[in-house]
């Protein structure tokens, strides 16, 4: 069954580094997104994109947060200059085919900055 | 998107259906209604969705109430790997538009 894969399963930074989570979305899905969920809160919707550009964002998604899709495969989040606040689990999706609309989730890149 | 108000919490013994409920009043006539779940920490997982009439597949059976306020999420046999947090979610099915979370019910199945 496809699935949406996501690199690196966790990653450590420190303080004001720019981090980069990577994402394979499902093979012909045409939509892209980025969630968040900080340890014991709700999974948060932070952007979502199509047609190399962003559709929608939500108020999470300031000017230190960007979107990119690299090539035919990627879709990567950057997070410029990284707070503590940041340290969440960060989830990438993809949606949409000629055959349906679901969204599907991969299984995360958690991120701890410190 | 409409709001969706669901349990926080509910126990389920194993082998027998686990009924989740989901109250959706304000649901609008072309907002179907998605279920995710989301083990430990993992991404969440897609389980079932439907607009009105009930739908099954091999993880589970979606019954709409014939007004549409409510549904309610079957586990026929819950297995111990069932253990997650249920979110019930309306969306309307248009191209990238986005799942809006709650808190979802918390779901242990018991021994």
């Known amino acids: 069954e496809p699935e949406v894969t996501q690199t690196p399963s966790h990653q450590v930074t420190q303080m004001g580094q720019e981090v980069i989570l990577r994402c394979v979305p499902i093979s012909n899905h045409l939509y892209f997104y980025w969630y968040r969920q900080i340890l014991g809160q709700k999974v948060e919707f932070l952007v979502s994109?199509?047609?190399?550009?962003?559709?929608?964002k939500s108020e999470i998604f300031d000017d230190q947060f960007s979107v990119e899709r690299p090539d035919g495969s990627n879709f990567t989040l950057k997070i410029r200059s990284t707070k503590l606040e940041d340290s969440a689990m960060y989830f990438c999706a993809s949606s949409w085919t000629v055959s349906g609309n679901t969204i599907y989730f991969g299984e995360g890149s958690w991120l701890t900055v410190v | 998107d409409a709001k969706t108000t669901q349990p926080p919490s509910m126990d389920c013994a194993e082998g027998r259906a686990a009924n989740l409920p989901c109250n959706h009043s304000t649901i609008s006539g072309n907002e179907y209604v998605y279920w995710y779940r989301q083990i430990h920490s993992q991404g969440p997982q897609y389980i079932i969705h439907?607009?009105?009439n009930n739908e099954t597949n091999e993880m589970a059976s979606l019954i709409i109430t014939e007004d549409r306020k409510s549904s309610t999420l079957i586990l026929p046999h819950a297995t111990l790997r069932d253990t997650a947090v249920y979110y019930c979610i309306v969306r309307v099915e248009a191209a990238g538009n986005k799942l809006t979370f709650g808190g979802g019910t918390r779901v242990l199945v018991k021994p």
């Open positions: 439907g607009l009105k």
């Open positions: 994109f199509y047609n190399n550009e962003i559709s929608e």
